[in-house]
């Protein structure tokens, strides 16, 4: 009977020992298996966003002059200072204000001179171009006449040769013997002769001089070449005047060149000491009007990025801005290839001009039949593929491993993949997440969150 409770003893402690050793072995058993996260392939759309920073712009830009090669005495504003019209924005040095008058009253000066002499000058000349044009008139009307007149003459005395020559003839009839001489009739026909190409070099003669007399006349009234000597040096005299009476004005006002509308300052070209050019001295935006928010995305975000579509805009501070903001155009950027320029227009008197903003741009797309996580996909010799749940018979029982399968991404953006339908079934779970590599195959268990 000892015997017997001692071999059951024995028996016991052996079952006791080998199910702690199980138990041990499927504990080491689940350290080595790779725990994941898995989640099912959901029917929803891809949100692709487009982020960026950019400055607001005014659509009016106003540019304020000044008389070039003038000293500055002080340049009182900076970019981005908001000014009232009439505000002075820079001041110019009084004695090189004093210099330019002078000078510039010298000019005028002569320029008034010259335009009176070729104001002069030009109608000396209309005056003999009319003279000329008014004898080539009358030199035409003589011709005619005088030529008329010869034709006239030299056909009278035509028709009194033929009537002698027919009177003759009417006398010879009368008288004749048989024996008529017929020299006298001879010299009356010769004398027709004569008279006939007498009549014919008169007309020639008379169509000469009224054609020389019509050509006379046309070079008469032929328009005489431009000469714009007169109204250039007009045209400057009034460029100079109006230049004489802005110098005149800055000098009134002290040198003071003030704002011509409210507005901000976009840009200023020059500094105190240095000398005003031709180019604008200071480049304001009108604060009445549209504003835009201008900035640059990465180039290859631009073909989510339409004109049309809607944008949010927060300002320097993070506050959304309200009302419709739009973008306007995206265009090249002309110092980086890599980006996009795009413009926003903005709500007017949303923004203060100058100052910095960020803009979002949302372009859905979809819905897609099969969208998984991003960190779902992998990459491997130019294939894509997810790992899906699986399940398999072992010395453990049925236990769960990760299956390989080729999937095509049709769309993505930063946090899930739109993949073409038939790949996967809906009731498939891909892994997402894994503490560890795992390859075709791979035993998993999964977390106890997902």
């Given at each position: 009977m000892k015997k017997q409770?001692?071999?059951?003893?024995?028996?016991?402690?052996?079952?006791?020992?080998?199910?702690?050793?199980?138990?041990?072995?499927?504990?080491?058993?689940?350290?080595?298996?790779?725990?994941?996260?898995?989640?099912?392939?959901?029917?929803?759309?891809?949100?692709?966003?487009?982020?960026?920073?950019?400055?607001?712009?005014?659509?009016?830009?106003?540019?304020?002059?000044?008389?070039?090669?003038?000293?500055?005495?002080?340049?009182?504003?900076?970019?981005?200072?908001?000014?009232?019209?009439?505000?002075?924005?820079?001041?110019?040095?009084?004695?090189?204000?004093?210099?330019?008058?002078?000078?510039?009253?010298?000019?005028?000066?002569?320029?008034?001179?010259?335009?009176?002499?070729?104001?002069?000058?030009?109608?000396?000349?209309?005056?003999?171009?009319?003279?000329?044009?008014?004898?080539?008139r009358e030199d035409v009307n003589t011709a005619v006449h005088n030529g008329d007149a010869s034709v006239a003459d030299a056909q009278r005395e035509l028709d009194a040769a033929r009537q002698k020559l027919s009177d003759h003839d009417n006398v010879s009839q009368q008288f004749t013997d048989g024996g008529e001489d017929n020299s006298e009739r001879q010299a009356l026909l010769d004398d027709i002769r004569s008279k006939e190409e007498n009549l014919n070099q008169v007309i020639r003669s008379r169509n000469k001089d009224v054609t020389d007399a019509n050509r006379a006349l046309e070079d008469a009234l032929q328009p005489k070449a431009s000469d714009s000597s007169l109204t250039d040096a007009e045209t400057q005299?009034?460029?100079?005047?109006?230049?004489?009476?802005?110098?005149?004005?800055?000098?009134?006002?002290?040198?003071?060149?003030?704002?011509?509308?409210?507005?901000?300052?976009?840009?200023?070209?020059?500094?105190?000491?240095?000398?005003?050019?031709?180019?604008?001295?200071?480049?304001?935006?009108?604060?009445?009007g549209k504003l835009y928010l201008t900035g640059t995305i990465p180039k290859e975000d631009a073909k989510y990025a339409e004109a049309g579509i809607h944008v949010t805009v927060t300002d320097s501070s993070g506050k959304e801005i309200q009302g419709e903001c739009t973008l306007v155009s995206i265009s090249d950027n002309n110092e980086d290839p890599a980006l996009k320029n795009a413009v926003i227009e903005i709500p007017e008197d949303s923004m203060v001009f100058g100052s910095s903003g960020e803009f979002t741009i949302e372009k859905e797309s979809g819905p897609y039949d099969c969208c998984v996580p991003l960190t779902a996909i992998h990459e491997e010799n130019n294939s894509t593929f997810v790992y899906v749940e699986d399940t398999e018979n072992s010395v453990y029982?049925?236990?769960?491993?990760?299956?390989?399968?080729?999937?095509?991404?049709?769309?993505?953006?930063?946090?899930?993949?739109?993949?073409?339908?038939?790949?996967?079934?809906?009731?498939?779970?891909?892994?997402?997440?894994?503490?560890r590599e795992i390859t075709d195959g791979s035993r998993i268990r999964v977390a106890e969150d997902s």
């Open positions: 409770k001692k071999l059951l003893r024995w028996v016991g402690i052996f079952f006791a020992v080998m199910l702690v050793l199980t138990f041990l072995s499927r504990a080491a058993d689940s350290l080595s298996i790779a725990q994941v996260t898995l989640a099912k392939p959901q029917n929803q759309a891809v949100v692709h966003t487009v982020t960026g920073t950019g400055k607001v712009e005014g659509t009016k830009e106003r540019a304020v002059f000044a008389p070039a090669g003038k000293r500055i005495s002080q340049v009182l504003v900076k970019e981005g200072q908001s000014v009232k019209k009439g505000d002075t924005l820079l001041i110019l040095s009084a004695g090189d204000l004093k210099k330019a008058v002078t000078e510039k009253e010298d000019e005028v000066s002569q320029l008034s001179g010259k335009v009176q002499d070729l104001a002069s000058g030009n109608a000396v000349q209309d005056q003999k171009d009319q003279s000329t044009l008014q004898r080539a005299l009034a460029r100079s005047q109006e230049e004489l009476e802005e110098l005149q004005k800055l000098v009134k006002r002290k040198g003071a060149v003030k704002a011509s509308a409210d507005g901000v300052v976009k840009s200023v070209s020059v500094q105190t000491g240095s000398q005003t050019t031709e180019d604008a001295a200071v480049v304001l935006y009108e604060t009445k029982g049925t236990v769960f491993v990760a299956r390989k399968v080729t999937v095509n991404v049709q769309d993505k953006n930063e946090t899930l993949a739109a993949l073409k339908n038939g790949a996967l079934s809906s009731k498939q779970k891909v892994v997402t997440d894994s503490d």
